[in-house]
């Protein structure tokens, strides 16, 4: 099947389950929506869901008049955004080169250990998605760890381990 | 009994290492013992590996504790830190820690004294001085200053500020715009975070002045992403900014109009080139444009559009308020004034250093990084971010300057520094570079949207030992077609790093294959 088979699949599927007034409330807020506003647009859009629905990036296309090729040309291009849904939580570990010498390779292994997830990917009972970066700028004291927007600095295996399975206790 | 000021960074470095936490510890602990605190959450003073670094306010001095943990809390108040007393983590007068009693402070003069989020303890500060100097001599004065002070672009490109200001200035346009690269993609790099989160005021005083003297109302700041404190501390201070009537229509009653808006980024690397920054402006995809036109002349929605770095914009208002020459006096040739180099990777004292062009790599390493974190030799660095050269051991004594920088096939850029001990492998360094363009490019191009793939997979055979040569011919030819033929710097300079890996650490590369190796 081809990946534009597979998304028109999926949304047809995911069409009625979807609450798109999420979507349309954002569009109301940001109107009148031009071009211009596109990236804060998806911002907001991704911020509401945890991802970018296609669907509700369609459903928005038709409620702006933006051409649906700009949109989904503006979601593609950016790492930020993604069409997938994401874990209730994402833990994104930097691969920058401060990170890397100081052991930021084996940050990453622990997580993906302890998660048994690789980049990109979300674990089945979607707690976490794992994602690497480029460098988080907090490199003077790296290996550099973001889970859910918190910055963890100085970062060891064993305190990554600690702080996993701390969420997944506390939560089971 | 008095109130004492107690400062406790909200810089995201600070708050990775439990900031938060220690502040919330000394607030409850005050509470129950009933002392007076007033928690300030200042911006860093670039001493990263201090890191949280508090201080108290005694006598009007303040005084600095390192390293301080949320366990430490307990102990800081038996001891009495809230008069200074004695602690295994005190650390005596901030002022007088060495680290940062040492550097040339310009740029970074405010950031971790003031509170960031005050306008008051800005003015206090000398803040809006240069802007209200600027008001009272005209735009003429402005531009001469910038001209003269030398002050060269520190996002990398080190264009001289000046010259782009004063092309804005001369064309004819109903609208201009001042935008703000703060991208900051850079592996390695943060002063721009720590200038934004510690003195985010300087940074909206340099982009009105920037307005003034060119004739622009309305200025951008481009955030990356990945920094969500700064976004929090820069939208915050400006509306108080903002409703102190320092941002806004007809500015103090001079009859100037300029106001800032943050728009955030969405993880592309390429999106800090100048062009790809203002298509994302435009809410496109981040894809470099062709140059002709300069931004300078046809810019942001093709309107003259001035784009300068961080803090480029921030060096600004004391070169106005205290004259171009008094900024060029630091420097060398053509390399004038201050910059804040970023220590970081294998190193001891990691953070921000504020030096005038000339301070060399080994000073830099030595005197205030404190060797390696290892404690191993050091055998590579590389200065300048991700596209930028390595240097071997031997070329630490070359100081810091663009030309000098320049000559040896390397570059300053926005000066970060990553350090890399003798169990560095160069060939993975290498690799990570060619990698880093394949991921990262936008795609206009092909010396640099297939050659990147192609660069790793040539690097992958000459590590596996096959065809050797050939395929390090190859390699250098691939690097020469990039450098050669690709439309911006990101397929233009990866060859930077490449090359640099190949020619300085060939024993990498499977030079003398079969001779043992110490760096496995
Ligand atoms: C791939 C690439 C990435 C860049 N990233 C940044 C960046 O993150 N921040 C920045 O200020 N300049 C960056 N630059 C340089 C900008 O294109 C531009 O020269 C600069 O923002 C101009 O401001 P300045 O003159 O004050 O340095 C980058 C350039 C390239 C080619
Ligand atoms: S060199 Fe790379 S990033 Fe630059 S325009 Fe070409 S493809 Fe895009
Ligand atoms: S290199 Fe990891 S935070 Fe910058």
């Known amino acids: 099947m081809s990946q534009r088979q597979e998304v028109a699949v999926s949304t047809a599927q995911n069409a009625e389950s979807l609450d798109l007034s999420p979507a349309m409330g954002i569009v109301e807020e940001m109107s009148p929506v031009t071009s ?43 790492s930020q955004f993604g069409m997938e849904p994401k874990g209730k939580h994402t833990v994104r570990c930097c691969k920058g080169t401060a990170c890397h010498v100081r052991g930021g390779n084996r940050v990453l292994d622990t997580v993906e250990k ?59 | 009994m008095p109130t004492t000021k107690v400062y406790v960074p909200r810089e995201t470095t600070a708050v990775s290492v439990g900031a938060h936490e220690v502040a919330l510890g000394i607030e409850r602990h005050a509470q129950a013992t009933g002392e007076s605190v007033q928690i300030i959450r200042n911006g860093s003073w670039g001493a990263s590996w201090l890191e949280p670094l508090v201080e108290v306010e005694v006598g009007g001095t303040r005084i600095a504790y390192g390293n301080v943990a949320p366990a430490d809390v307990p102990t800081l108040f038996e001891s009495g830190f809230l008069q200074g007393g004695e602690h295994p983590r005190r650390l005596g007068p901030t002022q007088g820690i060495p680290y940062l009693a040492n550097q040339d402070r310009w740029s970074f003069l405010r950031c971790g004294a003031i509170d960031p989020g005050s306008v008051e303890d800005f003015k206090d500060h000398k803040g809006f001085t240069g802007f209200e100097k600027a008001l009272a001599e005209g735009p003429e004065f402005v531009l001469e200053a910038v001209l003269k002070s030398g002050l060269r672009g520190r996002g990398g490109a080190a264009f001289p500020t000046g010259i782009k200001w004063r092309t804005v200035a001369d064309a004819e346009s109903d609208q201009k715009y001042i935008t703000c690269n703060a991208d900051e993609g850079d592996s390695g790099t ?35 992403s990945e920094y969500p404190i700064t976004y929090r501390i820069l939208l915050e201070a400006l509306d108080e900014v903002r409703d102190a009537g320092w941002l806004g229509r007809d500015i103090r009653g001079s009859g100037f109009d300029f106001d800032i808006d943050v728009h955030l980024g969405a993880g592309a690397y390429i999106c800090g080139e100048e062009t790809a920054m203002l298509e994302s402006l435009e809410g496109k995809r981040g894809m470099i444009r062709y140059k002709p036109p300069l931004p300078a002349h046809e810019g942001l929605f093709g309107k003259p559009t001035v784009v300068n770095n961080v803090v480029t914009l921030a060096s600004v208002p004391d070169i106005v308020n205290l004259g171009g020459e008094v900024y060029a006096d630091y420097g060398v040739d053509q390399s004038k004034g201050t910059l804040a180099f970023q220590l970081a990777g294998n190193i001891k004292r990691g953070g921000l250093v504020e030096k005038a062009f000339g301070v060399t790599l080994r000073e830099l390493i030595e005197d205030w990084g404190g060797g390696t974190a290892s404690g191993r030799p050091v055998r590579a660095v590389q200065v300048g971010g991700p596209l930028g050269a390595y240097l071997t051991a031997d070329q630490l004594d070359i100081p810091m300057d663009y030309e000098a920088f320049t000559a040896i096939g390397a570059i300053v850029g926005h000066g970060g520094i990553v350090v890399f001990d003798d169990t560095v492998d160069m060939a993975v360094q290498a690799r990570f570079a060619m990698e880093f363009c394949a991921i990262e490019s936008c795609g206009k191009c092909t010396p640099c949207r297939i050659g990147a793939v192609r660069g790793v997979e040539v690097i992958d055979r000459i590590v596996a030992g096959e065809d050797r040569e050939l395929n390090l011919d190859l390699l250098a030819e691939l690097c020469d077609t990039m450098e050669d033929a690709s439309l911006c710097a990101m397929g233009g300079m990866t060859p930077f790093p490449v090359r640099s890996a190949v020619e300085h650490f060939p024993e990498d590369f499977g030079a003398g294959a079969g001779e043992e190796r110490i760096h496995e």
């Not at chain 1, 506003?37 to 998806?42: G, Y």
């Not at chain 2, 002063?191 to 109302?217: H, N, Q």
Request: charged share 25%; proline share 5%.
């Open chain 2, 190 to 224: 943060f002063s721009d975070r720590i200038l934004m989160e510690g003195d985010p005021m300087s940074l909206f005083e340099g982009m009105a002045i920037a307005g003034y003297a060119v004739g622009a109302t309305k200025g951008y700041i481009y955030l990356r």
């Open chain 1, 36 to 78: 211009g506003d596109i990236i804060p647009l998806l911002q907001r859009i991704q911020d509401a869901y945890g991802y970018l629905p296609p669907e509700a990036v369609l459903s928005v296309c038709e409620e702006t008049g933006l051409p649906a090729s700009k949109v989904f040309g503006v979601a593609t291009f950016y």
């Open chain 1, 114 to 172: 302890t998660l048994g997830i690789r980049d990109g990917e979300t674990t089945k009972d979607m707690r976490f998605t794992q994602e690497t970066v480029a460098c988080l700028g907090a490199c003077a004291l790296a290996p550099v760890m973001v889970m859910d927007n918190t910055y963890y600095g100085k970062m060891t295996p064993r305190r990554t381990e600690l702080l996993l399975k701390e969420i997944l206790k506390e939560e089971s």
